[in-house]
């Protein structure tokens, strides 16, 4: 009894101070002191059964219903982790839209080569090549997409390439040998959004 109210009182404050549903560590954890809590909800039932009615099959019965919650809820959380492992697209992520936005930026012809992915709950990535008009300042192209990014996105760790028009882009290795900046957009952003 005492276990129970211990893991009740340790999933309270997950669920009330802790970002359950965002955070894959803390979604673990909780799931895992809900599981305990089960575990002993489930032999306390049990036992009573057992104790009142004689009927010995509750034991195992209870602990089959419980496994297979407990199954439930990791089923979830291994997904996501893998798909993270993996280096899938986040979940709701729409990498045409932030190749739409990106190209409002003043001086940007082109954006493709775009990779979005998760490191962690919480911790998305993005990289991408940008091609830029000829005499555009890039800093000031790479600050203004940047800050787009985490604004509109909420993407905060980004690496951007800026490349000037009309110049010989072939070392890059874009799909296969060259950066093909006609249709990059529709062709590089669909084709990877995702194949996770």
């Known amino acids: ?55 010995y099959i509750a034991d195992p019965i209870v602990s089959l219903a419980v496994a ?11 997904s996501q982790s893998l798909h993270i492992l993996m280096e899938g697209t986040p979940a709701g992520t729409n990498i045409e839209a932030m190749v739409l936005s990106l190209e409002t930026i003043p001086g940007v012809s082109n954006v493709h080569d775009v990779h979005v992915w998760t490191v962690t709950s919480g911790y998305d990535v993005f990289s991408g090549h940008f091609v830029v008009k000829k005499g555009v ?16 996105f909420g993407i905060r760790h980004i690496t951007i390439q800026a490349l000037e028009e009309d110049k010989d882009y072939s070392e890059l290795n874009c799909h296969g040998g060259e950066c093909p900046f006609e249709d990059a957009k529709i062709t590089n ?7 996770t």
Do not use: C, P
């Open 137 to 152: 300042n890039i800093t000031r192209v790479v600050t203004e997409g940047s800050a787009l990014l985490e604004r509109q």
């Open 189 to 195: 952003s669909r084709a990877k959004q995702n194949k």
């Open 68 to 78: 297979l919650l407990i199954l439930k809820g990791a089923w979830g959380v291994v």
């Open 1 to 55: 009894m005492i276990g129970l109210l211990a893991n009740l009182a340790s999933a309270w404050v997950l669920l009330h101070q802790g970002d359950v549903k965002n955070n894959l560590n803390l979604r673990s954890a909780y799931l895992h002191v809900m599981g305990d809590a089960l575990g002993s909800v489930g032999a306390i039932a049990a036992g009573a059964v057992m104790y009142f009615y004689g009927w």
